[in-house]
């Protein structure tokens, strides 16, 4: 079992940053891997950004040269930086967490453990 707490949303002017933490606590495998999707209103919820096991990123095209997802060294704290924000930033962002051989680190069909959630909101 994986317990995920995510922080440091919040409303922000078009062009600003902020940066989104995740606390990531129980049982952590070697193979955990992470990742952050949001949720628009009257939208699916989307990948933004992941990192297998072994540290590799991946990230959706719409936040390419933007957002950078990090962890620190144990993997207990997911962290997304978000840079150049735009309105359609806006949603709720969630971490995910999970630890399957083959993963598809931006499908949330790959993720069996979800935060409660932090909301963005960027004005223009």
């Known amino acids: 079992q994986v317990h995920l707490v995510e922080s440091g949303g919040g409303s922000v002017q078009a062009g600003g940053s902020l940066r989104l933490s995740c606390a990531v606590s129980?049982?952590?495998?070697?193979?955990?891997?992470m990742g952050w999707f949001r949720r628009a209103p009257g939208n699916g919820r989307e990948g933004v950004a992941a990192?297998?096991?072994?540290?590799?990123?991946t990230y959706a095209d719409s936040v390419k040269g933007r957002f950078t997802i990090s962890q620190d060294n144990a993997k207990t704290t997911l962290y997304l930086q978000m840079n150049s924000l735009k309105p359609e930033d806006t949603a709720m962002y969630y971490c995910?967490?999970?630890?399957?051989?083959?993963?598809?680190?931006?499908?949330?069909?790959?993720?069996?453990?979800w935060g409660q959630g932090t909301q963005v909101t960027v004005s223009s």
């Open positions: 995910a967490a999970d630890s399957r051989l083959i993963p598809t680190l931006l499908s949330e069909r790959s993720y069996n453990y």
């Open positions: 129980g049982y952590i495998s070697s193979n955990i891997y």
């Open positions: 990192i297998d096991s072994r540290g590799r990123t």
